[in-house]
């Protein structure tokens, strides 16, 4: 059974920085599609990047501030958060699906971003 847990989420004033973790383990194999979603309390649920094996995403509001990153081992999954703004305050979660699931079949709990203005 595959396990997800983020960890490197904290305080940060504007214009800071993060890096989030996502270690994975378990039953990790097939698992190409890697993605950071984030909620704050007042809005629905918003994926922020996607990493599927051979390629990347990013919604329109990260998009040149976030990377996500994965390590050659395919343990952890990384988002590097740049730039911060008020408005990335919420809470992150990483999530993984396998090639063909539909959607995103493991989560894990997430973890809390505030950034300050």
């Known amino acids: 059974q595959v396990q997800l847990v983020e960890s490197g989420g904290g305080l940060v004033q504007a214009g800071g920085s993060l890096r989030l973790s996502c270690a994975a383990s378990?039953?990790?194999?097939?698992?190409?599609?890697m993605a950071w979603f984030r909620q704050a309390p007042d809005k629905e649920r918003e994926r922020g990047a996607r990493?599927?094996?051979?390629?990347?995403d990013y919604a329109d509001s990260v998009k040149g501030r976030f990377t996500i990153s994965r390590d050659g081992t395919k343990s952890t999954v990384w988002l590097q958060m740049n730039s911060l703004k008020p408005e990335d305050t919420a809470v992150y979660y990483c999530?993984?699906?396998?090639?063909?699931?539909?959607?995103?079949?493991?989560w894990g709990q997430g973890t809390q971003v505030t950034v300050s203005s």
């Open positions: 990493w599927s094996g051979c390629t990347t």
């Open positions: 999530a993984a699906r396998r090639t063909f699931d539909r959607e995103y079949k493991f």
């Open positions: 378990g039953a990790t194999f097939g698992l190409n599609d």
